[in-house]
T-cell receptor
Framework: GAVVSQHPSWVICKSGTSVKIECRSL??????MFWYRQFPKQSLMLMAT?????????EQGVEKDKFLINHASLTLSTLTVTSAHPEDSSFYIC?????????FGNGTRLTVT | AQKVTQAQTEISVVEKEDVTLDCVYE???????LFWYKQPPSGELVFLIR??????QNEISGRYSWNFQKSTSSFNFTITASQVVDSAVYFC?????????????FGTGTRLTIIP
């Protein structure tokens, strides 16, 4: 079964609203989680590294004030897309490592209208 | 900086043919991990293989096989006797570090279509 749970699987929101995506590690603790974004027919690009109890590390070109990451517990990281716009429509996917293995969530398809 | 190149954007083959997906990588790390993932239309990433930089043995898993050539920085993936269910986008990825459970650099992917 899945060891990383991501919710929701898909979401449609209106432009200007905020959307929160959750990434949970099941049955293991993850001090670090990773958030990726995938535009249609493109590759997965790392957005940020989520660190439990401290600030996330963002990749170059990713707006930290727009993509808020909170990793308040060892099993949960959240990505909030603030003031979403149609260009934020994308597939967002998280991952976490456990014992030398890397696990991905099933992804969240965000559509901003 | 790490880089993964998948030069083949799209490939179409007739069912039962063999097909090889190419992957070339660049890294300055002495220890690194290479991965292949399959992404069906539903979007989730399906893990296929992980190989560390010290293990150059080729691997076979059913119809799938992988050829790791450190000398040419390549990690190619071959599907033998392809099936329609193999149709998907395939990503090659690279991770630095000692455990292979860290952030990945993905290639641009190869869209494979198996024609019945």
């Amino acid at each position: 079964g899945a060891v990383v749970s991501q919710h929701p699987s898909w979401v449609i929101c209106k432009s200007g609203t905020s959307v929160k995506i959750e990434c949970r590690s099941l049955d293991f603790q993850a001090t670090t989680m990773f958030w990726y974004r995938q535009f249609p027919k493109q590759s997965l690009m790392l957005m940020a590294t989520s660190n439990e109890g401290s600030k996330a590390t963002y990749e170059q070109g990713v707006e930290k004030d727009k993509f808020l990451i909170n990793h308040a517990s060892l099993t949960l990281s959240t990505l909030t897309v603030t003031s979403a716009h149609p260009e934020d429509s994308s597939f967002y996917i998280c991952s976490a490592g456990q014992g030398g293995l890397l696990h991905f969530g099933n992804g969240t398809r965000l559509t901003v209208t | 900086a790490q880089k993964v190149t998948q030069a083949q954007t799209e490939i179409s083959v007739v069912e039962k043919e063999d097909v090889t997906l190419d992957c070339v990588y660049e890294t300055r790390d002495t220890t690194y991990y290479l991965f292949w993932y399959k992404q069906p239309p539903s979007g989730e990433l399906v893990f296929l293989i992980r190989r560390n930089s010290f293990d150059e043995q080729n691997e076979i898993s059913g119809r799938y096989s992988w050829n790791f050539q450190k000398s040419t920085s390549s990690f190619n993936f071959t599907i033998t006797a392809s099936q329609v269910v193999d149709s998907a986008v395939y990503f090659c990825a690279l991770s630095g570090g000692n455990f292979g459970n860290e952030k990945l650099t993905f290639g641009t992917g190869t869209r494979l279509t198996i024609i019945p």
